[in-house]
């Protein structure tokens, strides 16, 4: 199946420097070149596309595909980012994993693979709602009733219904599947049922059941039937169904491939071992790339008040971690607080050794901070901000005359960032991200910059606030709150949002007491 596997910390996307090294060990002696299976999810997209883009200029031979099996949402209510990467996956995986070690070449694995995913559907409902460990459930449902359209990262569904039948509930999930996939009678179907973790047995032993009671009653053939604990959601109690419509023209061939042995233990209904002499490459974490410290410089009284910001910024962040988890949970995966923490801790625990005196290598260092520690879609997010600020500033190369000038040059840099959030995380305002406080921080920043009022950073600290407060009620366009449609997930203000606002916040307190 796979050569590799990169995992990230509980519900959030593996940092990409994680995924630079997993690339850089297959890439070596490798002219094959390499596939990699990416599902649906923004951070997932956005740490495997900096892996992957690092990748191929050093050289490597990489093909991409994203998988988006889930079919809960209808069409046209789906936002641009599209369906969740479900277990359908592991159709994908175990295909593409035989076409690949037959020898076939990489374009041709990567339209295998793209061709299962397209012909690949997954419904999901939970009886219950997961708890990340040391933490309460993720959200509350009453013991009659179900999440449809629940993922695997315990955010809520698509919608709440009351509790049903195994068989008037496998009725409605086939439902959905059959339409997304057009199958009709004489299809044949493979079929995955993937237990969140905390389903009993005997359960999913009945779920198994009446999927392929149901199927063969619509004329539709279960040729191959895995079950098992697979694609877990911790302690959630719930169920995937995945079908993979087997095409006339592909189906003996992809039959084949499902048939194929893999050494891949969980794979269900195969014979497998693990060798005891398995050789495993350990993971070095790399050195800290040192930054040449280029652009503007500071002096002395300025570094000290940037420090004093960092501090200051990373100690509010770290101090609001539990709020910001309360308000990532049921509408996302309950770790924006923690996630943000270990950028916070990470930069305290290294303030000494920043580069305060030149902004271009402070800001490059704290990407790599973010890159190399976070994770999830906020640590790509957060990366591409600072890393696209160090660029900005280097065209800043001469002297600056007074504070008003510099205040000019932090703009840009703050203009910079945003415009590459914007272009890489599909957010704009409006949508109930991070970037509803920092547009209403820009705009508002814009608007000052030529009067220089005295209350300057009281405007700015407003400003940021406003546009955190108008993300409550918004409904999600972009990041995995886009997948939740029930209104009372969505009352409060978004956590992102509130992230952004306390940092620029405690900047923006910080110079003006500085400055007083």
Partial sequence: MLTASIAGSIFAAPPSIHITHALQCIAENNEAGILVVVPNYTGDRLNFGIAIKKAQQAGAKV????????????????????????VGMLFVIKIAGA????????????EVAQCVSQNTATFGVGLSACAIPGQGLMFELAQDEIECGMG???EAGYERIKLKTASELVALMLQRICEALSLAANDSVAVIVNNFGALSQLEQG????????????????PVRVYSGVLMTSLNSAGIHISLLRLTESHRDTFVKCLDDETMAPCWPG???????????TPFKTAERKKVEKTGISLNDREQGLIKLCLKNACTAIIEKETHLNELDRGCGDGDCGSTLKRLADNILNNLDELSLSHPVALLSEIANIA??????????????FFTTGAKELTLFKQSYSNKENLRYIWFCTFRSGLNCLEKYGKAKAGNRSMIDTMDATLKMYEKL???????????IIAAARKGCDSTKNMKPIVGRASYIKQAQYLTEVDAGAYAAATWITAIAQTIAQFSN
């Fill in 371 to 384: 890159e190399e520690c976070m994770g999830g879609t906020s640590g790509a997010l957060y990366c591409l």
């Fill in 270 to 280: 195969r014979s497998y071992s693990i060798p005891s002499t398995i050789t495993r």
């Fill in 449 to 459: 910059l030529n009067a220089y009022p005295s209350e300057f950073y009281e405007k």
């Fill in 206 to 221: 009945i779920v198994v059941y009446e999927i392929v009671n149901q199927l063969r009653n619509k004329n539709i053939e």
């Fill in 152 to 154: 695997v990262h315990g």
């Fill in 99 to 110: 076409f690949a070690e037959r020898g076939s070449p990489l374009r041709e694995v990567a």
């Fill in 63 to 86: 093909e991409e595909i994203i998988v988006s099996d889930d079919c809960s949402i209808p069409e046209n209510e789906q936002s641009v980012a599209g369906g969740r990467g479900l």
